[in-house]
């Protein structure tokens, strides 16, 4: 019986308090939305799959500093894919 309170009284001290999140929400437009807000990804593309990088320790023993180049290469399929992945599964 001493398991079953215990267990009744932490679900309740660590439950999110429901009012605090309506009255966070209330605040918010109705029209956002965070499916279409989440899917900007201009700044991911061109940070993350378009600069061009080479690692000199991959062709010799000694160890490196990674050679970033100037020029940005086109824009890879399977970085299209992998960004479209993600998106999909952050919203489970």
Avoid at 23 to 35: E, H, M, V, W
Avoid at 58 to 86: D, H
């Amino acid at each position: 019986m001493n398991i079953a309170y215990h267990k009744k009284s932490l679900s309740k001290r660590f439950k999110p308090d429901c009012n605090n999140l309506i009255d966070a929400f209330s605040t918010l437009p109705r029209n956002l939305n965070f499916i279409q807000h989440s899917s900007r990804l201009g700044w991911k593309l061109n940070k993350r799959a378009k600069p061009i990088m080479i690692d000199p320790g991959l062709y010799s023993l000694n160890k490196s500093e990674i050679w970033w180049v100037i020029k940005q290469r086109s824009l890879p399929t399977a970085f299209k894919l992998y960004t479209g992945l993600s998106r999909f599964l952050s919203l489970f």
